[in-house]
């Protein structure tokens, strides 16, 4: 058999295959829609991330090869995310225009086949899940160079809704602009947390370049886009949208550059056996009151993976305190510290427990 004949017949053997995938998918397709229906009968939200993760893990340990992992989780979340869609399009909201890294992280936790809704500013992602204009929304919470966005810390303050899962995203950032020459290039513009992540580089590649801080890395996209002497730092995706050339890729100080996000929304979701919670507590002005309150995280075996401060309006010098630890509200371990805080603190709000993704 020639090589012209060979190629043939693996083609149609492609061919078959895709026939056989095409047919299972709506198979798959059917058996979700009625699932859906017996959800809307005992009144069960159409998303269900326990669930969905559960197929991911089951996936990547039944995989074989030769596809690798993160494959199998960009194809079967796009799978998922279209029959899912069959049942309810769930309504997400997000930090910025589309291609902003807010964006990507929506898509990469629930799949394309959503109604995505743009939010100029974190606060009225806050405000849109509060009021049930949607059901989830995704928010910044902390990048691993540049630290927490201290903007979505008071904004569970202000506002009473739930963590309901986190999102962990690795940032890679792109000089583009309309311009081919670099030389031409007098503004720079980004998100803060951005500009902080590629500073050395940008001090090192544009010394004499006006750097210009914008909400998201998307608007920053936008903006470059009507300005030749401009340019943005933002995702390779914001470049296409925009019509931008991508002058420098990869112009992040670390390799090592992640951002997590929070996934929020109205409801504390069930325990999984691998969770987090978060709470948000004040105490009183007294020495000693924070070792009291930490101390009991020790004392129960529970792990703290991150604590911050912000400072309470009208109140200088006293602060909230979050705190994220490992472990379920439903956890007996848990459900004790919770007690005892309450006895500690002036004020306690649990922000929610929810699936650990790390």
């Not at 030769?66 to 998922?80: G, K, N, R, Y």
């Not at 602009?177 to 030389?183: D, E, T």
């Not at 090592?256 to 507590?281: A, C, E, P, V, W």
């Not at 020495?287 to 401060?309: A, D, M, W």
Request: some cysteine; charged content about 25%; aromatic content about 10%.
């Amino acid at each position: 058999m020639n090589r012209e004949e060979h190629l043939r017949l693996l083609r149609e053997n492609i061919d078959s295959l895709d026939e056989q995938i095409l047919y299972l998918l709506n198979k798959r397709a059917e058996v979700v829609i009625e699932i859906g229906k017996i959800k809307s009968e005992i009144y069960m939200e159409s998303y269900d991330q326990v669930r969905e993760q559960e197929i991911f893990d089951s996936l990547k340990t039944k995989n074989s090869g030769p596809l690798p992992e993160s494959a199998i989780d960009h194809i079967f979340c796009e799978i998922i995310s279209a029959c899912r869609s069959l049942v309810k399009k769930n309504k997400i909201a997000y930090l910025g225009p589309p291609a902003s890294y807010s964006h990507l992280a929506c898509v990469e936790n629930f799949g394309n086949s959503i109604e995505a809704i743009s939010k100029e500013n974190i606060d009225e992602v806050f405000e849109a899940i509060e009021k049930g204009e949607v059901e989830f929304g995704v928010v910044p919470i902390e990048n691993s160079i540049e630290g927490v966005v201290n903007r979505t810390l008071d904004m569970f303050i202000e506002y009473d809704v739930k963590i309901c899962g986190e999102i962990f995203l690795k940032i890679s950032h792109c000089l583009i602009s309309l311009s081919v020459n670099p030389n031409e290039i007098r503004n720079i513009y980004s998100h803060p947390q951005a500009l902080g992540q590629c500073r050395k580089w940008l001090k090192k590649n544009y010394p004499k370049a006006q750097f210009i801080e914008t909400f998201s890395t998307a608007k920053a996209a936008e903006i470059a886009s009507k300005e030749k002497e401009s340019a943005a730092i933002a995702s390779p995706i914001a470049a296409k949208l925009y019509g931008l050339k991508i002058l420098n890729s990869h112009i992040e100080d670390s390799a090592h550059n992640y951002t997590r996000f929070f996934l929020i929304g109205l409801k504390t979701q069930n325990r999984t056996g691998k969770d987090k919670t978060s709470i948000l507590f004040s105490i009183r002005h007294v020495p000693g009151s924070l070792y009291k309150v930490l101390k009991n995280f020790s004392e129960n075996g529970i792990n703290l993976t991150k604590i911050e401060s912000r400072p309470i309006k009208g109140r200088p010098w006293e602060y909230f305190f979050f705190i994220d630890f490992e472990g379920h509200i439903e956890d007996p371990e848990v459900n004790k510290l919770l007690l005892e805080l309450k006895e500690q603190v002036i004020f306690l709000k649990i922000l929610g427990s929810y699936p650990r993704r790390q």
